[in-house]
C-alpha cells in the first residue's frame, strides 16, 4: 500500500471514528457481511450489532449466514464472478489460502490490526495470520484444547499442574486406580475427529510436525518415539474400549477420571449449567461442586520441547479485495473495539477475547468477557465459576496457539493428513502391542510419504 493510500484510510476512519461518537457520518452505503454463525440466537445477536453499526456510521450491513462446510466453496465461486461480499468470518484453515489466492485484503486487515494496537491482540492468533508485511486477516476470537484435571486431588497428593509429559505421568502414578480413578481418559478412537485433535496437540507438545514450508517431512525419531511411549502410558491408565470426547466427559463428569483432555465447550457443563449433559458427580445435577475441583492447562510440554505448545482454533475477519474497503474497515474497528464485548457475547464459552484490551486498558475486554453468561439451561459467567487464575490460563492459551502446517504456509497439506486418520491408526495398532515405537515411526514416515 502507497503513503497517499494509507493517509486516505487513515482520514477515512477518523471520520467514521468520529462519528461512533455521535457526529453525522459521512457514508451512506451498505456492506456484505458473510458468518458462519448461523444458528437463529446468534444471528440475531449479529444483526442487532449491524443496526447499532448503522446508527453510528449511516452505513447498513447485510448479515449473510453462510454454512461452515458451504463456505470455501461459495468463496471460490463469488471471488470468480467478481462479487465476494464485502467481510467473511471465517475458520483458521481459509485465512492465508485466500490471502495468497487474492480472495483477502491484507493490507487493509494489517491497517485495521496496526490502528487498533498490534501488541492489544493475543501473538499466536497474529502469528497464525501472518504474511510478508503484515497480516492476511483480523483475529476476532478462538479457544484452546484444554487438559482439564482434578485440582482438588493434585493439591490433596502435592502434584504439580499437569503441564507437562512428566507431571502428567507423576499425576498418573499417584492417581490412578481403577476402576474407581483412571489416571487418563485417552482418546482411542480411530475414525473420530477427537483422537485426531489429542493427538496433534501431544504432538505439537513435544515439536514434532509431519509438514515443513516444502511439504510433508520425515517425523524426528526420537520426538516421535517420545510421543509414542507418553501416549501408551496415559491410553494404559484409561478404560479399555473405543473412547472418544463422550467417555471422557462422562468419567470426569462421574468423578472417575482424574485428566481429560477437552475444549473449553466443557466449562458450562462443569458448573451444572446443562441439563443435556450434567456432573454426575453427586446427586445434584445443578452442582457446582466439579467446577471448584476442576483445574485447566492449555499449554503444556514434552521432553523435547520444554515451551511447549498450545493446540488453537482461531477466527478471523477477512476483508476481501472485492470490499467497499473503507466501510468495511470501519465495520471490522468497530466490531473490535465498540463492539467488540458484543462479538463475544454471540458465543462466550466459545469465543476467548484474541484482543485483551486498548493501548489504555490492557485486560477491559478479558474482564469484560469472563463476565459474560454462559450456559444453556441455566447462566452465570466464568469469573463467578472459576478463580482469576483459571481464567488467565484459559485467554493465555492464546499466547501460543498453534496448529500443524500454520507456520509452515502448510495447513491445507497438515489437514489432509489429518483427515487421513493414518497417525491415528499406527498409534492405536501400538498401543495395542502391533509393533514397537521404532518401527510405528517408520510406519507412518512410510504411511506419509505414500500420501503424497
Do not use: C
Not at 445443578?286 to 511447549?308: C, D, Q, Y
Not at 454471540?346 to 453468561?373: C, H, Q
Amino acid at each position: 500500500m502507497n503513503n497517499q493510500q494509507t493517509g486516505k484510510r487513515r482520514w477515512l476512519a477518523g471520520i467514521v471514528i468520529t462519528a461512533m461518537f455521535g457526529a453525522s457520518s459521512v457514508y451512506a452505503d451498505s456492506i456484505r457481511f458473510w458468518t458462519t454463525e448461523e444458528q437463529p440466537e446468534r444471528l440475531e445477536r449479529q444483526q442487532e450489532m449491524a443496526k447499532d453499526f448503522e446508527k453510528l456510521t449511516g452505513t447498513k450491513v447485510e448479515v449473510i449466514p453462510v454454512t461452515e462446510s458451504d463456505l470455501g466453496t461459495r468463496a471460490t465461486a463469488a471471488f470468480s464472478a467478481g462479487d465476494l461480499p464485502d467481510v467473511i468470518y471465517h475458520t483458521l484453515q481459509y485465512t492465508l489460502p485466500w490471502s495468497e489466492a487474492g480472495i483477502l485484503d491484507a493490507d487493509a486487515a494489517t491497517e485495521v490490526i496496526e490502528e487498533l494496537g498490534v501488541d492489544t491482540f493475543a501473538p499466536g492468533a497474529l502469528e497464525m495470520a501472518t504474511v510478508e508485511d503484515g497480516y492476511a486477516a483480523v483475529p476476532v476470537d478462538g479457544w484452546t484444547q484444554m487438559l482439564v484435571y482434578r485440582k482438588d486431588l493434585f493439591d490433596a497428593n502435592k502434584l504439580a499442574a499437569p503441564d507437562s509429559y512428566e507431571n502428567v505421568l507423576k499425576a498418573i502414578e499417584k492417581l490412578h486406580n481403577p476402576p474407581n480413578m483412571f489416571g487418563f481418559v485417552a482418546a482411542t478412537k480411530v475414525d473420530e475427529n477427537f483422537m485426531s485433535q489429542v493427538l496433534e496437540h501431544v504432538f505439537l507438545a513435544n515439536g514434532v510436525t509431519p509438514v515443513n514450508k516444502d511439504g510433508i517431512q520425515q517425523l524426528d525419531k526420537k520426538k516421535t518415539i517420545e510421543v509414542l511411549d507418553f501416549y501408551k502410558v496415559i491410553a494404559d491408565a484409561s478404560p479399555d474400549g473405543e473412547l472418544y470426547w463422550k467417555q471422557s466427559r462422562e468419567l470426569y463428569f462421574g468423578g472417575k477420571a482424574a485428566m481429560i483432555i477437552w475444549s473449553p465447550f466443557i466449562l458450562d457443563e462443569l458448573a451444572g449449567l446443562r441439563d443435556s449433559a450434567p456432573p454426575t458427580i453427586n446427586d445434584d445435577p445443578t452442582s457446582r461442586e466439579l467446577a471448584s475441583k476442576t483445574g485447566i492447562v492449555t499449554r503444556f510440554s514434552g521432553p523435547s520441547n520444554p515451551e511447549g505448545a498450545a493446540w488453537g482454533d482461531v477466527r478471523y475477519f477477512g476483508i476481501t479485495t472485492d470490499a467497499d474497503i473503507d466501510n468495511a474497515m470501519a465495520f471490522v474497528r468497530y466490531s473490535m473495539s465498540d463492539g467488540y464485548t458484543n462479538t463475544l457475547s454471540i458465543a462466550p464459552e466459545g469465543k476467548f477475547p484474541v484482543r485483551r484490551g486498548t493501548e489504555d486498558n490492557a485486560t477491559l475486554y478479558t474482564e469484560a468477557w469472563s463476565k459474560l453468561p454462559v450456559g444453556v439451561d441455566r447462566k452465570a459467567p466464568l469469573s463467578e465459576l472459576y478463580e482469576a487464575e483459571m481464567i488467565d490460563e484459559i485467554v493465555g492459551g492464546l499466547n501460543n496457539a498453534q496448529r500443524w502446517g500454520v507456520a509452515e504456509g502448510q495447513l491445507a497439506l497438515a489437514s489432509k493428513v489429518i483427515n487421513s486418520q493414518v497417525i491415528n491408526r499406527l498409534v492405536r495398532e501400538y498401543i495395542d502391542g502391533t509393533r514397537d515405537a521404532s518401527a510405528t515411526v517408520d510406519a507412518m514416515n512410510k504411511a506419509l510419504a505414500e500420501l503424497y
